[in-house]
């Protein structure tokens, strides 16, 4: 019988877990096929409605930092997730603060 160490348990558990919220809860901001990039934001189009526009339509929002200004933060919005493809209705928003 071969010995199941907790090294190895946790080590599936923790693959199996990621796959699972990936599959879940999509993927990152990131994945979609992006097209425009806003600082940041890697956006299926070039921003053209606000944020507070964009965030009424329930679609895709998220955060980042550019990797190279920490003190810079931006919020990202999609009136869809858009997924690995850019359809015609979409629209983008996103706005970046010095914090």
């Not at 956006?43 to 507070?52: E, Q």
């Not at 858009?82 to 979409?90: D, E, F």
């Amino acid at each position: 019988m071969r010995r199941f160490t907790r090294r190895r348990f946790f080590s599936g558990v923790g693959a199996t877990g990621l796959t699972t919220a990936a599959v879940i809860f999509g993927g990152a901001g990131t994945a979609h096929a992006a097209k425009y990039k806003y600082y940041c934001c890697n956006l299926c189009k070039a921003p053209s409605i606000s944020m507070t526009t964009c965030r009424s339509y329930e679609g895709y929002l998220w955060s980042c930092s550019p990797p190279d200004n920490g003190y810079l933060h931006c919020t990202c919005c999609e009136t869809i997730n858009a997924g690995a493809y850019c359809p015609s209705s979409i629209k983008s928003a996103a706005e970046c603060k010095y914090s």
